[in-house]
Nanobody, 123 residues
Framework: QVQLVESGGGLVQPGGSLRLSCAAS????????MGWFRQAPGKEREFVAAINWSGEYPAYADSVKGRFTIGRDNAKNMVYLQMNTVKVEDTAVYYC????????????????WGQGTQVTVSS
């Protein structure tokens, strides 16, 4: 049974930083692409960042490029999202996702989703 468990969410002030983590189990982690998505209240879920199986090829939504960094540790079955210079509009529930095909992750056509972790950016 595949499980993706996010952690690290919370309340952060505008301009601050936060690091999200996602622990994966029940799959061959080093063979899958991973992604982060978010859903703000009243809005559809949107792509944030993705990374291929080896970690060589990250991809980002324009809204977070230059501020967020995705990374993975295949030895620990973990994927991370370092969020810097956060803005109020980054407030959302953040979801971890996994799929065998990197090209499926960006449009959100993925096999597995986590339960999400809340990030609130407010002063």
């Amino acid at each position: 049974q595949v499980q993706l468990v996010e952690s690290g969410g919370g309340l952060v002030q505008p301009g601050g930083s936060l690091r999200l983590s996602c622990a994966a189990s029940g799959l061959t982690f080093s063979s899958v692409a991973m992604g982060w998505f978010r859903q703000a209240p009243g809005k559809e879920r949107e792509f944030v960042a993705a990374i291929n199986w080896s970690g060589e090829y990250p991809a980002y939504a324009d809204s977070v490029k230059g501020r967020f960094t995705i990374g993975r540790d295949n030895a620990k079955n973990m994927v991370y999202l370092q969020m810097n210079t956060v803005k109020v509009e980054d407030t959302a529930v953040y979801y971890c996702a996994a799929d065998a095909a990197f090209q499926s992750v960006l449009p959100g056509i993925v096999a597995y989703w986590g339960q999400g972790t809340q990030v609130t950016v407010s002063s």
